[in-house]
């Protein structure tokens, strides 16, 4: 079934729309606004849920000259993003109303929200390459303004412009993959699309995009492109170091953005591109990634002592787990990332949101100060039950199930593909040991003995407490569809549903089903060796984690110490003022005079002019003599001992010019010349009047320098004059202003096509290009009105 | 130095006073013939312009700023110590022969643009020029007149009235 | 012939600059004649672009570009001057408005009233009609006018606020472009002397039919490499950057928009018109040394166009332009500073299209000056709106100093969302201009790797760099003004509604025109078609011939 | 519009005319156009913002001067009486083109000078290296 065009585009629009009317509405509403985000964010629900069952893309033209649209694609995959980002956006909007209670700036706060949460639908529902990144660009933006939401910290600041560097900088690196796909898709589709999904789109012609991939040697560069892209934005080692940061947000804002949703934007694409890019090659690259991620990530997480900390690490941990899923090409890689994404996101969003109980009744995070708060937050702690285990992977809790496929996958590959690929199943086991540990760690500040510095804990308000349990319930009851299952009652639609999404990542004809292990499979060996090692070791968990705060403090091995260097020697850098932009005149001079020359040299040598053989030098000798008192009066300048003696043997050289003037038949300009001069004279003697004498004696090895720089510059311009006098155009334009310049014998009573005027000179000047003229004399009313100027506004204005 | 004698005025001679007496108005007669002349022989706007303006000059170099307002151009000499307060004359905000100056180039420019929009108003191009020749004009007989008269006008009158001013601004200081 | 359409701008703005010169004396007829005619300017302009570029084009439902041409002073070309409004002018021209309205209407409010008496105005017109004149001409002596037009208000613009490293400012910034100029004049010459026309169509008619003309086009080479210097030095490119941070911060903010927003743009705009249009197509007989190095290198297509030297050399100025700019611009504590050295940076990236333009096939060429013609468009109004912003910032708190602001985004809201859509809009962030410009230029350098260049990689890498940069000074640039508590400065600022209110609108254009991004692509390709149709150039202009 | 007729072309003068002297490379004036660019910069590299300002005025010289050679220096003063040209006349054009160079220099020059004075007033020295700094 289609989907319909006016359903989706009303259910993205709506948050934009409230978006634009919130800070006005805030001013009625006040606190309210929270539950009109909830509405909201209901309604987009509601419509996406309408469009459960349909499959298809609908398109809305936007620049039609770059054939780019913004179409929206409807399949499983979509569908579940989009179901979960309006759906857990109810339940943060919602518990937003308690929590901000007493924050600052909120109508900023749910402005940006909106807008996120409308750019996140926009992200899963895109179908078009360009407007998928749109999207994907404005959630980095939204994530910005919010992580740095108490703008006064400098905390804040810290975590949001590390939040927006890295994932911004990703972004454009996928940018730049996704425009090579375009440029790749004309080759194999014929025509150049940004269509991704959909008819017509690359992932439909998958076949035809990887072959003409590989024949332009593009396909790991575009693979590597787009992993960085996803890396970045769903914080995978080493990109990864943002989202701990990010904790600086309000709660809800990690519940939302860092677990829940944005941060599943970059395991979207990776699901997204999977039917069209997999391949051994992207097997291998985002495996090794996920798996990666998934087993530092959690062994970062035991080492934090931060509970918001702990679960950002968790996150990137799952979200690691997700993305090899997607990496592996057996059907297993997609069951486990397509349920892996719905089961985080009900765990972690209600571990978050029970994180934020914690601090904000208790009024701190630290796990060394927290313990046996299930007394006073009986039902929060319940909540935190359920999720916690789901996290740590026991049965029969949801995150089980999505764990026991990966095994399941790693296995199935490494028994296909053999030799170093029984890493895989190693690694995912070795890092499911540390997932066990935190989650568990987690889950004791709730239990055991109540630290006595903490005094009585209030329980939550009930619009704080009503969301994570729905979340919790709704993950019990996904993990109660795997008891059930296995006695043969299968939670239908949920099956049927990730199976679309299976389905959406590129499995062909999958049957997803889960329950728990009835008999003695690799995967539920792994599962047992994990909880066995995990609760053996629970015990030393302080002596584990110490053991990592010391690994990770090698600075190599701290985590930031790349990014804190580089931006740290970016912030303090100057490179450019100190060595370049040095406010020395003389220096700028060099750059430009060298520059021009060397532009000009490169230019005659390349063009490979040949110098003009000089048969015999015919001069005029009472030129020669004129030019050479001008060189004498030049050179006098130069060394003149005083201003006065410079500007005097300076003129010297402008009456020289004049009379080179006349004997080149240029009477106006030997007049114009000679007056200039006189009154140039005046001028600088008037000037330097005022000025103190200062002759800057010249040293020897500066002089050195600056005659090498003259001489490179004489030398371009003597070959440019010898190389421009040779030239013999044919047609010169000057023999047309000889023509008509004057007045022909026979004329009329109005003379229109001729100059009519004797001075040749002076018709152009008046006629020919009266327009030259026209702008030079605005350049003399120019340099008075710029000396008035000057003199007038010195002393005043704006001082900085 | 505004208001006070110039050093330079004990300094001039009485032979360079005279000469300058004589010099001047044959150089001014000079740039109007050349700007009169320009279209056919040696001259025209600019010339004319620069050459009167070294007359200016002159007068100044040897007889200082305060003659050439006083005596020639009658203006009341204010103290010129720049920049000029703002609540000394609500709608000064040159100094007076400044001012003058300042309107002599905006009319000059004013002209120069002017006769290439009449140009553009009969339907030619902008700054298009023609040439009439009038027959039966007393004593002349036969006569011809250059469009790119005003024109050239405008340019001699911006070159004088651009240049006296910087003159007058530099020599103020 | 008498299509006045083509200089109406130009006539506007010379009598605008008139009229208020001759209005000093009365300051509120002045700024009204000002601001009258700036509105009249607009007018003049849109309706030449309409003439030029039909709306049909605009909107995709068909309709041609024209050239027109005008013959200043009823000579034919090439003896009279040329005024050509090709779909480029017409671009270019368009741009200069988006930027010159706000910032003078911003500056009628902003620059202190006896400055704006004493020549502000008049400064403001004449500069805009040299603008105006370099985009219009086609004429290469011309062109050196309207420069010297250009330049001679901006000289003292750069001074007008008298402080030590203002005059300082405008010393370098002077002496370097009157070198520039002198520098001009000998490429003019050079030019003249062996192709025996000044008119850009019949340069570019001479050089392509050399032996027709009897014309050695070797030596051309050489001096059109030196004209191309001084434009470099027109649009700040390294290594003729050198003015650009110290005069852009000493200029007051409107003056400081202009220069970064329009009269940079000039120097880009004489760049692409000299190497694509006037020279696209010249050939040198004989071996161009550096072109067989580059087509070892890889550079390839060009061949012996003249192209082949102008492409590398694009290239390593793009090069160090974004890193300067950007290393510049990462570590400066002024907003001033920041925008200016970012405004290296950014033109790097708008000389990076060119250069990937020149070497390319012609599909890489038309999408090269596509991308360079949108990056210069969001690059005016993004950077001439964060300069107003700051100028607000300044007239607010009293110091663009990042050690006296902090705060801002909770006491000036609308100014700092200002600031933040700007400098997002640098950043590239759809859905704004900003993040097309990045797009194509990205675009450029994908289609050169698919064409088979091996330094279109490096071009990426580099425009990824410069990029990234561009988030780190501009991410800074927020955290360190606008966001932190309040400083002492910013707690007893004052809200200049007007001001704010004429940058918020401003700035709003990046969203506008990139939500409606389809009439400015398709505009820009009209451009971009417009700067490599060298026939259609010289047939508009149809230069005579004697003899 | 009737100096639209222009536009048929006419046979003017042969166009070698002109150019018989032109291709002669002209030794001498390269020299001296060398020597005076040679020491406009040396000028201009010196600390003394008067020197400077000396450089940019004698580089700005050469220029014209360079623009004047370009016109070929054969031919006689391009002035003609009524009825047409008579013998062969240097290049108008570029004298032309060097007149406005040289006033618009001169309004350049003269600005250069005020910013001079402005800088010492400023600065109390024209020492450049006293002067810059960051």
Do not use: Y
């Given at each position: 079934m289609q989907p319909s065009q006016g359903t989706l585009v009303v259910a993205l629009a709506v948050p934009f729309l409230a978006a634009a009317v919130t800070p006005l509405l805030y001013r009625v509403l006040g606190e309210r606004i929270a539950y009109f985000g909830a509405a909201i964010a209901a309604v987009a629900f509601a419509l996406i849920g309408t469009q459960i069952g349909t499959h298809g893309t609908v398109t809305i033209p936007w620049i039609p000259a770059l054939d780019v649209s913004l179409a929206l694609y409807v399949d499983g995959l979509s569908l579940l993003l989009g179901l979960i980002v309006s759906g857990i956006g109810i339940l943060i909007f919602t518990y937003s109303g308690g929590y901000m209670h007493d924050e600052p700036g909120k109508a900023k706060f749910y402005t940006t929200l909106l807008v996120f949460m409308g750019a996140m639908l926009g992200v899963a529902f895109a179908a078009d390459l360009l407007a998928l990144f749109v999207f994907w660009e404005l959630t980095s933006v939204s994530s910005f303004v919010l992580i740095g939401h108490y703008q006064d910290q400098a905390d804040s600041q810290y975590a949001a412009r590390k939040a927006m560097f890295i994932t911004v900088a990703g972004g454009l690196f996928m940018l730049v993959g996704f425009l090579l796909l375009y440029t790749i898709s004309g080759d194999a589709l014929g025509t150049a699309t940004?269509?991704?999904?959909?008819?017509?789109g690359m992932i439909e012609n998958a076949g035809a995009m990887q072959e003409a991939l590989r024949s332009a040697g593009l396909f790991v560069p575009v693979v590597a492109l787009i992993a960085i892209g996803a890396a970045a934005k769903s914080a995978q080692v080493p990109l990864h170091i943002w989202l701990p940061n990010a904790m600086e947000a309000p709660t809800p804002v990690s519940a939302f953005l860092h677990s829940a949703t944005m941060v599943k934007a970059g395991v979207y694409l990776v699901g997204r591109f999977r039917p069209l890019l997999s391949t051994p090659e992207w097997e291998l690259v985002f495996a090794a990634l996920g798996l990666l991620t998934m087993t530092v990530a959690a062994i970062l997480a035991v080492a934090a002592d931060d509970i918001k900390e702990l679960l950002a690490y968790s996150t990137a941990s799952h979200l690691g787990l997700i993305i090899a899923g997607f990496g592996l090409q057996s059907v297993y890689g997609a069951e486990t990332g397509a349920f892996h994404i719905l089961n985080h996101a009900l765990f972690k969003a209600a571990l978050f949101l029970v994180a934020g109980i914690v601090a904000h009744e208790a009024g701190t995070r630290l796990l060394s100060e927290l313990g046996g708060l299930w007394r006073d937050l009986p039902i929060t702690a319940a909540v935190a039950a359920i999720a916690a285990l789901g996290m740590a992977g026991l049965p029969p809790f949801n995150g089980f199930y999505s764990k026991e496929l990966l095994f399941e996958a790693t296995v199935y590959t490494a028994e296909h593909a053999g030799g170093l690929w029984w890493l895989l199943p190693a690694v995912a086991v070795f890092g499911s040991i540390f997932t066990f540990l935190y989650s568990i760690r987690f889950l004791s500040l709730f239990f055991g003995e109540k630290p006595d510095a903490l005094e009585h804990v209030h329980s939550p308000p009930l619009t704080m407490l009503a969301p994570p349990v729905v979340l919790a319930a709704l993950a019990g009851i996904v993990g109660l569809g795997g008891v059930s299952a296995t006695f043969g009652v299968h939670l239908g639609p949920l099956e049927h549903f990730v199976d679309r999404v299976v389905e959406a990542v590129g499995a062909t004809d999958p049957h997803f089903g889960y329950h728990l292990p009835t008999s003695v499979t690799p995967a539920a060996v792994m599962s047992a060796i994990t909880i066995g090692v995990g609760a053996v070791a629970y015990p030393s968990y302080g002596r584990i984690a110490s053991v990592i705060e010391r690994l990770i403090a090698i600075d190599p091995l701290r985590p930031n110490f790349y990014y804190d260097g580089l931006v740290g020697w970016l912030d303090r850098t100057t490179i450019v003022s100190g060595t370049v932009q040095t406010g020395r005149l003389r220096t700028y001079a060099i750059w430009l005079l060298l520059a021009v020359a060397s532009l000009a040299l490169a230019g005659y040598a390349s063009a490979g002019v040949v110098l003009p053989a000089v048969s015999s030098i015919v001069a005029d000798p009472a030129m020669v003599i004129v030019l050479a008192v001008a060189i004498v009066a030049a050179l006098a300048v130069t060394r003149a001992p005083s201003h006065i003696a410079g500007v005097l043997t300076l003129s010297i050289l402008g009456f020289m010019v004049a009379i080179f003037y006349i004997l080149a038949s240029a009477p106006d300009l030997a007049l114009t010349q000679l007056v200039i001069e006189t009154l140039v004279l005046v001028l600088f003697l008037l000037v330097l009047d005022k000025l103190p004498e200062f002759y800057g004696e010249v040293d020897r090895t500066r002089a050195l320098r600056d005659g090498a720089v003259s001489a490179v510059v004489g030398v371009t311009v003597f070959l440019t004059v010898l190389i421009s006098t040779a030239g013999t155009p044919g047609q010169p334009i000057a023999q047309y202003f000889i023509e008509r310049a004057g007045v022909p014998a026979d004329h009329g009573s109005t003379l229109l096509d001729f100059g009519g005027g004797g001075n040749i000179v002076n018709v152009i000047l008046v006629d020919f290009r009266a327009f030259d003229t026209m702008g030079e004399i605005s350049v003399i009313a120019m340099a008075a009105i710029s000396v008035i100027t000057l003199i007038s506004m010195r002393e005043r204005g704006e001082s900085q | 130095m505004s208001s006070e004698p110039r050093p330079t005025d004990g300094d001039t001679t009485v032979i360079a006073r005279t000469i300058t007496r004589v010099v001047v108005p044959i150089i001014m007669l000079v740039a109007i013939a050349l700007l009169l002349q320009g279209h056919n022989l040696p001259g025209g706007g600019f010339i004319a312009g620069v050459l009167t303006v070294t007359g200016f000059a002159l007068i100044y170099v040897i007889y200082g700023l305060r003659y050439v307002e006083q005596e020639l151009l009658h203006r009341t000499v204010v103290p010129r110590s720049l920049p000029i307060s703002e609540g000394a004359a609500e709608t000064d905000v040159d100094p007076p022969i400044i001012k003058e100056f300042g309107e002599i180039f905006t009319v000059g420019l004013a002209l120069a643009a002017a006769s290439g929009i009449v140009a553009m108003a009969l339907g030619f191009p902008f700054l298009s020029q023609g040439v009439w020749f009038l027959a039966g004009v007393p004593l002349y007989g036969h006569m011809e007149v250059a469009s790119a008269l005003a024109f050239d006008l405008g340019v001699y009158l911006v070159v004088v009235g651009g240049l006296l001013t910087i003159l007058a601004v530099v020599g103020a200081e | 012939m008498s299509e006045h359409v083509v200089v109406a701008p130009l006539v506007v703005a010379l009598v605008t600059a008139i009229l208020t010169l001759g209005t000093r004396r009365y300051p509120r007829g002045q700024r009204a004649v000002s601001l009258l005619g700036i509105g009249a300017y607009a007018v003049a302009v849109l309706a030449l672009a309409s003439r030029v570029v039909p709306l049909g084009v605009l909107t995709g439902s068909g309709g041609t570009t024209e050239t027109l041409t005008y013959q200043v002073s009823n000579w034919p070309a090439p003896f009279g001057i040329s005024l050509v409004a090709d779909a480029l002018s017409a671009f270019m021209l368009v741009l200069a408005v988006a930027v010159v309205v706000p910032a003078l209407v911003f500056s009628a409010l902003y620059v202190e009233e006896f400055a704006q008496r004493v020549s502000y105005h008049s400064l403001f017109h004449f500069m805009l009609a040299g603008v105006t004149g370099a985009f219009l001409t086609g004429d290469i002596f011309n062109l050196f006018v309207w420069f010297e037009v250009m330049l001679m208000p901006s000289y003292v613009l750069v001074v007008f606020y008298g402080r030590a490293e203002h005059t300082r400012a405008a010393l370098q910034y002077t002496v370097l472009n009157l070198l520039g100029s002198a520098v001009m004049l000998v490429a003019i010459g050079g030019i003249y002397a062996t192709v025996g026309t000044l008119n850009m169509a019949d340069i570019a008619r001479r050089l392509a039919h050399a032996g027709e003309f009897g014309i050695d086009p070797a030596p051309v080479l050489g001096l059109g490499a030196i004209l191309f210097a001084v434009f470099a030095l027109k649009a700040g490119i390294?290594?003729?950057?050198?003015?650009?941070p110290a005069a852009y911060r000493a200029a007051p903010a409107p003056i400081a928009a202009v220069m970064a927003g329009v009269t940079k743009k000039v120097g880009i705009y004489a760049i692409i018109r000299l190497l694509f249009t006037v020279f696209g197509t010249a050939t040198v007989g004989g071996g161009l040394a550096p072109a067989r190095i580059a087509e070892g290198l890889?550079?390839?297509?060009?061949?012996?166009?003249f192209l082949g030297l102008f492409g590398p050399v694009l290239f390593l100025m793009a090069i160090g332009s974004i890193l300067l700019g950007g290393l510049g611009a990462v570590?400066?504590?002024d907003l001033d500073d920041i925008l200016a050295y970012s405004s290296i940076g950014q033109v790097g990236f708008i000389v990076l299209a060119l250069a990937l333009a020149a070497t390319g096939p012609q599909a890489v060429r038309t999408a090269g000056l596509i991308a360079a013609l949108v990056y210069s468009l969001n690059h005016a109004i993004a950077k001439s709106a964060l300069f107003l912003i700051s100028g607000t910032v300044y007239e607010a708190v009293g110091s663009i100093r990042f050690d006296a602001l902090g705060g801002l985004s909770t006491r000036r809201p609308i100014l700092a969302s200002s600031f933040f859509l700007g400098g997002i809009a640098l950043v590239g962030i759809p859905p704004l201009t900003g993040f097309f410009g990045k797009l194509l230029v990205f675009d450029t350098a994908g289609k050169a790797i698919v064409a088979g260049e091996p330094f279109a990689g490096v071009a990426l890498i580099v425009a990824l760099a410069g990029a990234v940069l561009t988030i780190a000074y501009v991410s800074r640039a927020w955290n360190r003004a606008f966001w932190g508590s309040p400083s002492d400065p910013v707690t007893r600022s004052y809200q200049p509604t007007a001001l704010v209110a004429v940058v918020a609108a401003f700035v709003l254009l990046v969203a506008v025109l990139g939500i409606g991004f389809d009439p400015v692509y398709r505009a820009a390709e009209a451009a971009a078609h417009a700067a490599t149709d060298r026939t259609e150039y010289v047939e508009a202009v149809a230069p005579e011939v004697i003899g | 519009m009737s100096a639209v007729t222009v536009g048929t072309p006419t046979i003017l003068l042969a166009s070698t005319s002109a150019g018989s002297e032109a291709g002669q490379p002209q030794v001498v004036l390269a020299i001296v156009l060398g020597l005076l660019f040679a020491l406009g910069t040396f000028l201009v590299l010196r600390k003394d913002v008067v020197r400077v300002v000396w450089g940019v005025t004698i580089i700005s010289q050469a220029a014209n001067v360079y623009l004047v050679t370009m016109g070929g220096l054969r031919g006689a003063v391009p002035i003609i009486s009524h009825g047409g040209a008579h013998g062969e006349v240097t290049d108008p054009l570029v004298q032309a083109l060097v007149l406005t160079a040289i006033v618009i220099g001169f309004g350049t020059t003269a600005f250069a000078l005020v910013l001079t004075y402005r800088v010492y007033e400023e600065h109390g020295t024209i020492d450049l290296t006293e002067v810059s700094g960051r």
């Open positions: 940004f269509r991704l999904a959909g008819s017509g | - | 390294v290594p003729f950057q050198f003015w650009v890889g550079f390839g297509m060009a061949g012996k166009s570590s400066r504590n | -």
